[in-house]
């Protein structure tokens, strides 16, 4: 009877030993390709925009003067970077509302100081522009953020 139980215990220290390579053979594994996910470059999407040419809207945009607060600062960005928002899609569905043109439209009028996702949108397009991004990568940015479908109100 003692030579089974000392087989058993010599059984259960190599299946011991076994798991314990195993076990550290799978976490070395999970470990290299977290890294690897980590560190991996990330893909480049292919421009959607020019980022150079004339302006689509050609209406002057209103003076921040008649505004205070975000929105004359909403007013004032859209003077900085018209290009910019002459980019962009308004995600308010102005050009299907309103027939504006682009999101720079919506500062030609007080349109912009009425509506928080024209003013959203000018926000997060600036802090882009001020993050040295591309127009390319602006369009893409505020695409992802704020698209949503449109519904007919």
């Known amino acids: 009877m003692g030579n089974k139980k000392k087989s058993r215990s010599k059984g259960n220290r190599i299946n011991k030993k076994r798991f314990s390579k195993i076990a550290l053979v ?6 290299v390709a977290g890294v690897y996910v980590g560190t991996k470059p990330s893909v480049k999407v292919p421009p959607v925009a020019p980022a150079t040419g004339p302006l689509i809207e050609t209406r002057p945009i209103l003076t ?3 505004f205070t607060g975000r929105v004359a600062k909403a007013y004032r960005i859209a003077a900085e970077i018209p290009k910019v928002l002459d980019s962009l899609f308004c995600y308010c569905y102005c050009k299907k509302n309103h027939n504006h043109k682009t999101l720079l439209t919506c500062y030609t009028n007080k349109h912009g100081s009425k509506c928080d996702i024209c ?4 926000f997060y397009a600036y802090e882009l522009y001020n993050q040295g991004k591309t127009l390319d990568e602006i369009v893409i940015a505020v695409d992802k953020k704020f698209y949503r479908p449109y519904r007919r109100t």
């Open 64 to 66: 921040d003067a008649i």
């Open 119 to 122: 003013l959203n949108e000018v």
């Open 26 to 31: 799978v976490f070395v594994c999970v470990v």
